[in-house]
């Protein structure tokens, strides 16, 4: 049973224009949301946060949005830059979910491609 | 080095044969994690250790799978008797912080990764 869900397996934007990335979880018991970047042939990037007691997050052109209610999400970059173009993955954690409570679980991941 | 060391890089084995993967984590780091990530999927959670104490293994997929790590930094993730379906990239992730520090929420740092091929 996946647990984080990227319904949207790629995503493609202009240069400029706003790239909005979403992801879905089923468990109530998460109460940390991250999403990581990553290239080609390198490991997943930290991006950015949110706690489940904050429904915003914002740092420079990333700003995650979550909305408890909905079990929902997303990601807004803006302005998109042809360099943001990767896969970016969703994941969660908490502290009562069971096993290591530090752990992560991933969603499958958005191809984001920005158009120059 | 300033961030998680992963080796090799690629490993080609042959169905049957035994692996084994290293990972350099963050010096300092309490947390170490492996990961699997298939082709055209998210990292799925293999094991966990804090220091050297083995705390969550609920991950691993069969016992051919084992990992260590016994001075509580490099550990190594072996696979034995290889199988097809073993194929995927191995990430190695460490954190500052142990599961229950009041930090809880220090992003993990991943390594690059080992990508495994078992023909």
């Known amino acids: 049973d996946q647990q984080v869900k990227q319904n949207s397996p790629s995503l493609s934007v202009q240069e400029g224009r706003i790239s909005i990335l979403n992801c879905d979880y089923t468990n109530s018991m998460f109460d940390y949301f991250l999403w990581y970047k990553k290239y080609p042939a390198e490991g997943p990037t930290f991006l950015i946060s949110?706690?489940?007691?904050?429904d915003k997050n914002e740092d420079g052109r990333f700003t995650v949005f979550l909305n408890k209610s909905a079990k929902h999400l997303s990601l807004h970059i803006v302005p998109s830059q042809p360099g943001d173009s990767a896969v970016y993955f969703c994941a969660a954690r908490g502290r009562w979910v069971g096993g290591a409570t530090n752990k992560l679980i991933f969603g499958t991941g958005t191809l984001l491609a920005v158009q120059p | 080095g300033a961030g998680v060391s992963q080796s090799p890089r690629y490993k080609v084995a042959k169905r049957g044969q035994d692996v084994a993967l290293r990972c350099d984590p963050i010096s300092g780091h309490v947390s170490l994690f492996w990961y699997q990530q298939a082709l055209g999927q998210g990292p799925e959670f293999l094991t966990y250790?804090?220091?050297?104490?083995?705390?969550?293994k609920s991950g691993l997929p069969s016992d051919r799978f084992f990992a260590e790590r016994p001075e509580g930094s490099v550990s190594t993730l072996k696979i034995q008797r290889t199988q097809q379906e073993d194929s995927a990239v191995y990430l190695c992730?460490?954190?500052?912080?142990?599961?229950?520090?009041?930090?809880?929420?220090?992003?993990?740092?991943f390594g690059n990764g080992t990508r495994l091929t078992v023909t």
């Open positions: 250790f804090q220091n050297e104490a083995q705390l969550d």
């Open positions: 992730a460490s954190s500052l912080e142990g599961q229950g520090s009041l930090s809880y929420n220090s992003p993990l740092h």
């Open positions: 949110i706690s489940s007691i904050k």
